[in-house]
């Protein structure tokens, strides 16, 4: 099971990106490699769809690590394709507090941003010192490429080697929370200030500031700031997904659309092939494998072993708490719906006393004249807000719910576009059960487990799982979610199957 150089043959299931850049950068390397995924298109949740000329972003709207040095700019010079043209987001988000008219920005220019807290939470700087700070830290380490969490000798040594005097000062908040932090600078009762960052960090760790692990925080929290930043790219989320399938192609690499697989086969705990299924013609065969890189969620994933999940590592699965889903809505619309200088980012929180997500909260992209994603006159809207995914399928009349969320959605998107039948070219709406029938992830969730202390970073799920040459990519693993995250958890994995054939 191996091609003409000696090279392991290598499975991928899921052409998301963390899958795309596995099997990008192990065909770049000289494997023999397959990528299947059970969609039309691959990128998963940060692919496309067109509609009347308009094309939207399914899910991910804005990507980071196009910096040099970033983990986009390392992979794509890896594999020698060029980065996607793309303009940094300025602000990175305008944030919109209940009853309020004046956004809270955050600039890109740390400059800026220090002197727009300032104004909008005075006497907060000792809780943003302490998260620069610990940032600094942890980019440093990350930078490092570490093993989190490791599993064997070879992953502890990625550790150990990482570990250096400046990454000291985050030892002794592993343990603790954004909520914690706010307690110890004195911000406990800055009820604004944890207003805003529960909307923030819903968006990077699925949990509110009380839940949200700390070390992951400040990096979630101040990654939109130079010299990193968050990016808008031009044409759409697409190009990333474009330029690594032209380069897993280039170099002998395979991917397969419309093809599921259905079985992960483990023979003494060790990874020994997969069962697929052709969705046009309905054949099923089975592929002999030494390694099968798993870009699903943890719950997909004892799904696809069955029988074959290791117990401790399911029932661990069994009682994460549950991820959240999304509502999201698209709209096609005349550019004079959107106000002039919108920026391209945006969130809304409507009630102070209701939960983020539901309807009560909305994160909005805007696209941008010329940005390729509408025609010349024209935009797109796109606006999410986080659900109970297990809602939307036991209730008893979906299509009405669909209707209230949406109608709910352009009411209050209503209050800062122009939004009229005669601006609103197309519209369109996505729940967790959209996401399910085009993603297969499980419910349908969206944005990995949560980053709460019992599962992020040295806490969280290996790449390496407990079953021999199967490995785990994704935003399960650490890093978390976005094209970043889970492209960084691909190249840990490149690096372990590297050192182990």
């Not at 994933?301 to 889903?325: C, H, I, T, W």
């Not at 309807?359 to 994603?373: E, K, P, Q, T, Y």
């Amino acid at each position: 099971m191996s091609n003409g150089k000696g090279k392991s043959r290598i499975v991928v299931v899921g052409a998301g990106i963390g899958g795309l850049t596995a099997g990008a950068l192990l065909a770049n390397k000289g494997y023999e490699v397959l990528i299947l995924d059970q969609a039309l298109i691959p990128g998963g949740c940060a692919s496309t769809f067109k509609r009347k000329g308009f094309t939207f972003d399914v899910g991910a709207t804005q990507v980071a690590g196009l910096e040099p040095g970033g983990i986009h700019h390392r992979i794509f010079s890896e594999l020698n394709i060029n980065l996607p043209e793309a303009t940094p987001c300025d602000p990175a988000c305008a944030v919109y507090l209940p009853g309020e008219t004046t956004p809270i920005n955050v600039w890109r220019n740390p400059q800026k941003w220090h002197e727009e807290r300032l104004r909008q939470f005075p006497g907060s700087e000792p809780f943003w010192n302490l998260l620069s700070t610990l940032f600094k830290a942890s980019w440093r380490f990350q930078g490092r490429d570490p093993v989190l969490p490791p599993r064997n000798w070879w992953d502890l040594l990625q550790l150990t080697t990482a570990v250096r005097p400046d990454t000291l000062v985050t030892v002794p908040y592993t343990l603790s929370t954004v909520g914690d932090a706010l307690r110890f600078t004195g911000q406990g009762d800055n009820h604004r200030l944890r207003t805003f960052l529960d909307l923030q960090l819903k968006l990077y760790s699925q949990v509110n500031a009380e839940e949200t692990a700390l070390l992951y925080a400040a990096t979630a929290l101040s990654v939109s700031q130079e010299p990193q930043g968050l990016y808008h790219l031009q044409g759409s989320m697409q190009v990333l997904s474009d330029r690594l399938v032209e380069s897993l192609e280039r170099d002998g690499g395979k991917l397969l659309m419309r093809h599921t697989v259905e079985h992960v086969k483990v023979e003494n705990n060790q990874v020994s092939a997969v069962v697929i299924r052709n969705q046009k013609t309905g054949e099923v065969w089975t592929e002999a494998t030494n390694h099968v890189v798993a870009n699903v969620t943890v719950q997909n994933l004892m799904q696809l072993l069955g029988e074959k999940a290791p117990k401790g590592y399911k029932k661990r699965v069994d009682n994460l708490p549950p991820s959240s889903g999304a509502f999201i809505i698209y709209l096609g619309v005349d550019e004079s719906a959107i106000p002039s200088g919108c920026p391209p980012h945006l969130q809304f929180l409507y009630d102070p006393n209701g939960p983020i997500g539901e309807n009560n909260s909305l994160f909005v992209s805007v696209s941008r004249a010329g940005d390729g994603r509408a025609p010349a006159g024209k935009g797109t809207i796109i606006a999410s807000s986080f659900v109970d995914a297990d809602k939307w399928w036991d209730s008893d009349d979906y299509d009405a719910l669909k209707n209230k969320f949406t109608q709910e959605a352009i009411s209050r998107l209503g209050k800062f576009f122009y939004l009229k039948p005669e601006t609103i070219i197309h519209q369109e709406a996505a729940t967790p059960r959209t996401f399910y029938n085009f993603t297969a992830r499980d419910k349908g969730i969206v944005g990995g487990i949560g980053q709460r202390v019992p599962n992020f970073g040295p806490f969280g799920f290996a790449n390496r799982t407990p079953i021999n040459n199967l490995w785990l990519v994704g935003d399960s693993t650490h890093p978390g979610e976005g094209t970043a995250g889970v492209s960084y958890s691909a190249l840990t994995v490149v690096r372990q199957i590297t050192v182990s054939t």
